[in-house]
């Protein structure tokens, strides 16, 4: 058999309140349904394009797969082998794009594992993990009634049992700080993580920031300059001793390899949609693993599609947290997975796990 129908469906997917953070503020999440077609068996994908990330948009997304949907078309989908010749021939013909290559692989995992009777992690030889523990992480915060909402957060992440909070930051220094200082003034001891997307520019901006926060106990700051800021990155990371995770900076194992040569971090967030699929987090996965670099589960938020996505790709490594949390999302296009307070389980259904509405 072969791959038959390969189509594309614009999804807006509406938040329960806008997601802001230092770059963007976003209600509904402008992405793409992918889905492939065999024997009448559907895979379904979801690409999760983001200008300031991917450099992608709805339209481009659509654009690329149908320029690429010739070359693949009758290609056979029998195994793991002939997904990865159906990528090769996509990054034969398409540079970048990586949230269109990864909406695309979704889908063909998704009707492989369907054609095997087999959950995606186990094609792609994933341990045997039957759940995982989420952070629990925050947008921005009121300003104008901060310790009260930081209160209220904090309570919130205790009854959820909590192990790892985020928040994000890199608006507005001052508030940066107060958000700090009441965390610890409410909850000494958890571990905290500061999401910046790039909010503090460069190493000159950032040093005030780092030098303010060595009290805190800082678990981590993500990505505090500019993505390929990987000079300042390392500095901040060698003179504070704050440990700096890059984010926005890493989608292609040649950027891994560049932040391991420029020592810019101690810790990557790998995302499924940003850096191209499954198989592209692999190779990041083993690199890092080979190197001692740490590296966690992030994502872009996203429906159950890619959140189940996700979960198999938490089965291929040994990530240090899981930031994959889609209960920002107001209406979900799919339905089939299981999650209690931050405790998710690795879906065991056939493909993704999930089933939407065609």
């Given amino acids: 058999m072969a791959l038959e129908k390969i189509e594309t469906k614009k999804n807006f997917i509406p938040l329960k309140e806008p997601f802001k953070y230092a770059l963007a503020s976003m209600t509904e999440l402008p992405y793409v349904l992918v889905t492939v077609t065999e024997?009448?068996?559907?895979?379904?994908?979801?690409?999760?394009?983001?200008?300031?990330?991917?450099?992608?948009?709805?339209?481009?997304?659509?654009?690329?797969?149908?320029?690429i949907k010739p070359l693949i078309t009758g290609k056979p989908v029998e195994n793991k082998k002939d997904i990865e010749n159906i990528l090769k021939i996509l990054d034969a013909y398409v540079s970048n794009n990586q949230a269109a290559k990864s909406g695309l692989e979704m889908?063909?995992?998704?009707?492989?594992?369907?054609k095997k009777n087999l959950p995606v992690y186990k094609i792609l030889n994933g341990k045997n993990k039957k759940e995982i523990k989420l952070q629990k992480t925050f947008g921005f915060l009121n300003e104008n009634n901060l310790e009260n909402e930081v209160r209220e957060s904090i309570a919130e992440a205790k009854s959820l049992g909590a192990e790892i909070i985020k928040y994000k930051v890199g608006l507005n220094k001052k508030y940066d700080l107060d958000l700090?200082?009441?965390?610890?003034?409410?909850?000494?001891?958890?571990?905290?993580?500061?999401?910046?997307?790039?909010?503090?520019?460069?190493?000159?901006?950032?040093?005030?920031?780092?030098?303010?926060?060595?009290?805190?106990?800082?678990?981590?700051?993500?990505?505090?300059?500019?993505?390929?800021?990987y000079e300042g990155s390392a500095a901040l990371k060698k003179k504070y001793k704050i440990p700096v995770m890059i984010d926005e900076g890493l989608k292609t194992i040649s950027d891994c390899k560049l932040i391991k040569i420029k020592k810019a971090a101690n810790l990557v967030n790998i995302k499924i949609t940003k850096v191209g699929g499954f198989l592209k987090?692999?190779?990041?996965?083993?690199?890092?693993?080979?190197?001692?670099?740490?590296?966690?589960?992030?994502d872009m938020v996203h429906s159950n599609i890619a959140t189940a996505a996700n979960l198999h790709l938490?089965?291929?490594?040994?990530?240090?947290?899981?930031?994959?949390?889609?209960s920002r999302v107001k209406e979900d296009v799919a339905s089939g997975l299981q999650k209690n307070n931050l405790i998710y389980k690795i879906p065991q259904d056939p493909g993704l796990g999930v089933s939407i509405k065609l």
């Fill in 39 to 67: 024997n009448n068996i559907i895979g379904i994908g979801e690409s999760s394009p983001a200008p300031d990330v991917t450099g992608e948009t709805q339209e481009s997304v659509i654009n690329i797969i149908n320029f």
């Fill in 107 to 114: 889908a063909l995992f998704d009707l492989l594992g369907k």
């Fill in 180 to 229: 700090v200082k009441f965390i610890r003034k409410y909850n000494p001891k958890i571990k905290i993580v500061l999401d910046v997307n790039q909010g503090w520019k460069n190493f000159k901006k950032a040093s005030p920031m780092f030098s303010a926060l060595k009290k805190y106990n800082i678990s981590w700051i993500e990505q505090p300059v500019l993505a390929y800021d």
């Fill in 314 to 326: 938490a089965t291929l490594g040994n990530f240090v947290s899981y930031d994959i949390d889609n």
């Fill in 281 to 298: 987090a692999k190779e990041i996965i083993d690199f890092c693993d080979k190197n001692e670099i740490k590296y966690m589960l992030g």
